[in-house]
């Protein structure tokens, strides 16, 4: 997967090497377009790429010298959800594994040298859900956001946990309402259907906050992504209610230790899927 920079100056992608290969073809992107692999922090012109060599001289562009700027013309902006359909197809084509012991115990041990930045960052957050239950996309967006920095080994703070009011505010918040709402119609319609709805969309919100994508577009990635398996999914979301149960349970004092490991859980899912270094299928 791939992000390049337009000559807008606006940042696309990701977006998988074919999809790149087709806006080579039709002049959407030449050899002094700016690239950037999924994983990697470098820039680089598309032309010193050897994959897209071939491509760059099929149409006759000239390798990218000192100075140049990217050219990809404003067109290249992809109608909403074309980067989400890119990578449902290049994760349904490659597959992906979870392991739900290996989410559970990689959460135990993140939660353990975190400890008190997750249970705090995780308290204030369902602190501010259950006085404004509105709020709930925006907080827990925020709280993947902050899980998601620790699992890849980059600087975490407190503050973190409220990026999802500046990073993705609107999407988030639209995430969680209709979500919401859709999973309770099919709730009250018949249980099945919600409960599937559900499972479906487990990685909505850090697939907003993430991947920079709109709601319905996320919405439908994790969906089409966790039908490949769906049951195995499911069984991920259910231990992790069970755990918040159990918290609960505790004297309400431990759902702040569950918190954190059940929402863990579902990021290092999350990460094993749709991260630049995903967990390939057996």
């Known amino acids: 997967m791939y992000r390049i920079i337009g000559i807008d100056g606006k940042h696309y992608g990701p977006v998988t090497g074919e999809q790149l290969r087709e806006w080579i073809a039709a002049g959407r992107a030449n050899g002094d377009t700016l ?48 980067n989400a359909e890119a990578m449902a197809a290049e994760i349904l084509a490659r597959g992906y594994r979870i392991e739900i012991g290996s989410c559970l115990s990689r959460s135990w041990d993140l939660c353990m040298k975190n400890f008190w930045l997750l249970v705090g960052a995780g308290a204030v957050s369902y602190a501010i859900v259950s006085a404004v239950g509105l709020l709930a996309g925006v907080c827990f967006g925020g709280y993947f956001w902050l899980l998601l920095k620790l699992i890849r080994g980059e600087r975490a703070e407190f ?71 769906w049951w195995i999914v499911f069984g991920l979301v259910l231990v992790c209610y ?13 759902l702040f230790v569950a918190l954190p490991v059940a929402f863990g859980a579902m990021a290092y899912a999350y990460e094993d899927i749709f991260g630049s270094k995903p967990t390939p299928a057996a």
């Open 159 to 229: 503050g973190d946990c409220f990026a999802g009011f500046s990073l993705a505010f609107l999407q988030l918040f639209l995430a969680g309402l209709v979500t919401g709402i859709l999973e309770s119609i099919g709730i009250l319609l018949c249980l099945i259907p919600g409960i599937y709805l559900m499972v479906a969309w487990t990685f909505v919100l850090p697939l907003v906050i993430d991947k920079k994508l709109e709601f319905w577009p996320a919405m439908e990635l994790s969906r089409k992504v966790v039908n490949q398996h």
């Open 35 to 82: 690239v950037q692999p999924e994983g990697s922090t470098e820039w680089k012109p598309l032309s010193s790429f050897a994959e897209f060599a071939g491509d760059v001289a099929a149409k006759g562009i000239s390798p990218a010298g000192p100075g140049t700027f990217p050219s990809v013309p404003p067109t290249l902006a992809a109608p909403p959800g074309a």
């Open 242 to 254: 069970l755990t918040l149960i159990l918290g609960m349970v505790a004297c309400c004092v431990g």
